[in-house]
């Protein structure tokens, strides 16, 4: 539909630009043939002729080899050039009293075939500076002697003839124009009328007082028009709510706009809309639309999310408040088993001490998913309550490692700690920063192959505390990395997933919200993962410690050990002044 419309317009320039060129091919032609003529006609002057036919002819040849163009600079010379042309004839042939003078109205028959109107006005005042100069050429006594018999009636009509034209030209194309100007105005008039009578809605003009004056579009059902053209707006709700009609009309006059819903005057069971702006003084618009479909819709959505966060806040509850019940019998039964893998009531055979080893094993695992569970349940319930204190922010980290040295060693993957040597002081959670570098550093463990390395760093500046754990596991695919941080969400094969319920990285971002902070993972596949946590909890800036004494470990010992590379050392692990925490291997 739209090329159509393209082309139609296209047609009136079309039309105008062959008719302005017709017209300058006229033009040369007539002095070319006028030119024809005086060489044949006896008692010719001779050079100011051929000079005045000359000057009258390059203005249309440079305008037909230029075309019809567009630039205002173009225009104006091409203008220029008939007004001089026109000029020049006009001096050499008498002045404004020869025969040639009708050519010093050149620029306004050329100004006229422009698809420019507004360069009739440029024309005008070119023409009046040609007259000019041609007369004053021809007071002062430089012109020529003008041409007389023959010669002086063949250029007379040359310069009235295709002067004459060209201005005949120009009003025949400017009657043109206008014509087409107003056909397009009907017909955008046309469809604009159409699509205001199409439209679903009721759409007026209303005045100040409540005068319904110009309608389009479709009445509302309930609303009925001819009772609002007489009795005024507010008749098209029930009679309860007409004060609120006028109220919303002085509110739009106050504040350029209102909306309010009402039930309708007809049917009381429908809804309707109404929508007033001002756009002038005391002029109003306004929209009236059905909403009864919309409004229920609304209601049963918020229906459904009130039984939906009633069901969330319930489930949340309950588990929260299993917490005893739950907790209760798990540690009896790891405490039975612990008794049991101590012997402390007697020998047993290896083969009961083995399923004592189990049972307690299965308790601690069972154990860490309720208290998972847990945690959430109390985190999406709003009970979990931090319990902040100062503290190093390195011992909390260190404790979480020595718990997973374990579980590290018999996966086969190296787990390695970077602290800075200062003092990371904090006001936080223990618990819950503990918890933090426990499950990330799980998470690592379980997707990270043997042989490879996890890596947990923190740091602290202007205030935040920065714990990242890095692995060179697996990776995790786009897909799982847009679900992961959700609560039971998990990435990885069936094997992987049957590890844990997916609340791993729910509580950490969890958590580091609770302190405000943030959470952030980075991975790709066969490539490993970093996951980093910022929180704003740092007290005060690290302090540079004394220098310490040679360390030393045992295989025994639980505590990191702080030792710088030595010079010359070929290690391959990151120092840049900060401490290398090394686990001894067990025996």
Known sequence: MQPRQDEAALRPALGAGETARAWRLGWLAAALLAGGAVAFTPGSTGWPIWTALLAGALPAIAALLLGDSEDERTQSMLLVGWAAGGAVAAALTGGVSGAMSAWCLAPVAAASTLSAPRRLAEGAALALIGGAMAALTQLSGLAPPPPAGPTAFILGFLAVATTGLGLAAGLMLTHRRAGERDVRNLSELTALSTLLDGLPFLAFVVTLQGRVRTVRGVAPEGAALDRIMIDGLSHAAVVGERARIDFALGQALREHQATLTFPAAE?????????????????????????????????????ARADAENLASGRARFLANMSHELRTPLNAIMGFSDIMRARMFGPLTDRYGEYAELIHESGRHLLDLINDVLDMSKIEAERFELSRGEFDAREAVNAAMRLLRVQADSVGVQLRGVLPPAELEVDADRRALKQIVLNLVSNALKFTPRGGQVTVTADGHDGMLEIVVADTGVGISPEDLERLGRPYEQAGGVDQRAKGTG??????????????????????????????????????AAKAPAAPESPTATADAMEPLFEPPSEGSTTDEPFLGENVIRFAPPR
Do not use: C, K, N, Y
């Open 503 to 540: 609340l791993g990285l729910s509580l950490v971002r969890a958590f580091a919200q609770l302190h405000g902070g943030e959470m952030h993972v980075e991975s790709r596949l066969g490539a490993g993962t970093s996951v980093s946590v910022r929180m704003p909890i740092l007290l005060e």
């Open 267 to 303: 049917a009381p069971e429908r809804t309707l809309s109404l929508t007033l702006r001002r756009v002038g003084p005391g002029m109003l618009v306004g929209v009236m639309r059905d909403v009864t479909a919309e409004t229920r819709q609304l209601q049963q959505l918020d229906q």
